[in-house]
C-alpha cells in the first residue's frame, strides 16, 4: 500500500502545477483522501480534501486558487494550483483517512489521515 506523489517542481510566482497523487496496491475510492503542505520548522498544513461522494473542501487559506479533484477509475487524486506564491513553497503530501468522511476536530482540523505519501517539492520564486 503506497501513495506516490508526483508534478513538484520550481516555478514563477504567478504560475500553476499539478500535483498527482496515485494509490498503488490499494483502491481508496471509498475513503476521504487528502492535501497536505509543510515548509520547514512549520507544522502541518491541510489543504484541502475529497470524500468517498467526490464532496470536495478547500481550505480558505488557498481557496480560489487551489483545486482538489480525484479520478476514482486511475485511483488518483490531484491538486491543481494556480496563481502560485512564493509563501507556497513546502513540501506537498496526500494522505488517506479510511473512513468515508473527512472529519475535522473541534478546531476545524483534520483529525484521521494516517496513510500518507513522501511528498512532492514545490518551490515558488519572485
Given at each position: 500500500v503506497q501513495l506516490v506523489e508526483s508534478g513538484g517542481g520550481?516555478?514563477?510566482?504567478?504560475?500553476?502545477?499539478?500535483?498527482?497523487?496515485?494509490?498503488?496496491?490499494?483502491?481508496?475510492?471509498?475513503?476521504?483522501?487528502?492535501?497536505?503542505?509543510?515548509e520547514p520548522g512549520k507544522?502541518?498544513?491541510g489543504l484541502g480534501s475529497v470524500d468517498k461522494d467526490l464532496t470536495v473542501s478547500v481550505e480558505d487559506s488557498v481557496k480560489g486558487r487551489f483545486t482538489v479533484s480525484k479520478d476514482d477509475a486511475k485511483n488518483t487524486l490531484y491538486l491543481q494550483m494556480n496563481n502560485l506564491r512564493p509563501e507556497d513553497t513546502a513540501m506537498y503530501y496526500c494522505a488517506v483517512d479510511p473512513r468515508p468522511t473527512c472529519p475535522r476536530d473541534e478546531y476545524g482540523r483534520y483529525r484521521n489521515f494516517e496513510i500518507w505519501g513522501q511528498g512532492t517539492l514545490v518551490t515558488v520564486s519572485e
Open positions: 520550481s516555478v514563477q510566482a504567478g504560475g500553476s502545477l499539478r500535483l498527482s497523487c496515485v494509490a498503488l496496491g490499494y483502491t481508496y475510492s471509498k475513503y476521504c483522501m487528502g492535501w497536505f503542505r509543510q507544522s502541518r498544513e
